[in-house]
């Protein structure tokens, strides 16, 4: 299943970057980057098909990771796979001190107030393109790298925005040590559990005036695509 998500207003991003290029003392600013696709996928899936998606009351939801303690319930086992275009990004620009890049997600709902359950984000290592028909399979969620913590404790956290920090991926993306295959939010253990997503984006800290002009031309192509469900 795949959704879209809504992208920043191009007019308003490159107005507001070209006035921060004109400014001589200009402080670094933040841009959002929107997904350029997410497939949410159940187990029961494969490369040509995301499977039933079962995902309950959370439907309705961009992102959703979740589990059942029935493992052979693989309908409603659920991993959202994102992709995002950091083609504007230079190897100049990342490879500044000054640059930073977190994952952003607002936890807007969870399955129950019964199990525990913790939410990772990982780094996928293979590779699929919805546009071209390609699936990202559930089992990559598992096998994927850098994985960390984006939601504690589905049970009883708070509902707000959660961040993590994918600098270092991002730059690894951009500077060629590693593939583009996006990111994964999945649910760390086999429970009675889930939680739903919305407002994900990559935003990105761009340190240096200069670049920023530049960048903005990339970020106006961004908000000019148009986007499948």
Not at 13 to 41: D, H, M, R, W
Not at 45 to 64: F, Q, W
Not at 131 to 159: C, H, R, W, Y
Request: aromatic fraction near 6%; include cysteine.
């Amino acid at each position: 299943m795949l959704n879209s998500k809504k992208i920043i207003s191009a007019v308003a991003t490159s107005l507001c970057l070209f006035s921060i290029c004109i400014l001589p003392n200009a402080q670094a600013t933040l841009i959002t980057l929107s997904p350029e696709s997410i497939a949410n996928v159940s187990l029961d899936g494969d490369i040509n098909s995301a499977g039933t998606v079962n995902s309950g009351s959370l439907t309705g939801n961009e992102v959703i990771a979740r589990e059942r303690k029935n493992q052979s319930q693989e309908d409603k086992r659920i991993a959202s796979f994102l992709h995002f275009d950091v083609s504007s990004l230079t190897s100049s620009l990342v490879n500044s001190s000054e640059f930073s890049a977190s994952f952003e997600a607002d936890f807007d709902s969870r399955l129950n107030t019964i199990n525990n359950m913790s939410v990772l984000l990982g780094q996928v290592g293979s590779a699929w393109d919805t546009m071209a028909g390609s699936l990202p399979l559930f089992e990559l969620a598992g096998l994927s790298t850098n994985q960390a913590i984006l939601v504690n404790n589905v049970k009883t956290d708070t509902f707000e925005t959660y961040t993590l920090d994918v600098t270092d991926i991002v730059r690894s993306w951009v500077n060629g040590g590693s593939t583009n295959n996006g990111l994964v939010v999945f649910g760390a253990a086999p429970v009675y559990q889930g939680a739903g997503f919305k407002n994900v984006g990559l935003t990105v800290d761009i340190p240096e005036p200069t670049s920023i002009a530049i960048f903005a031309l990339g970020v106006v192509g961004l908000a000019s695509r148009r986007y499948k469900k």
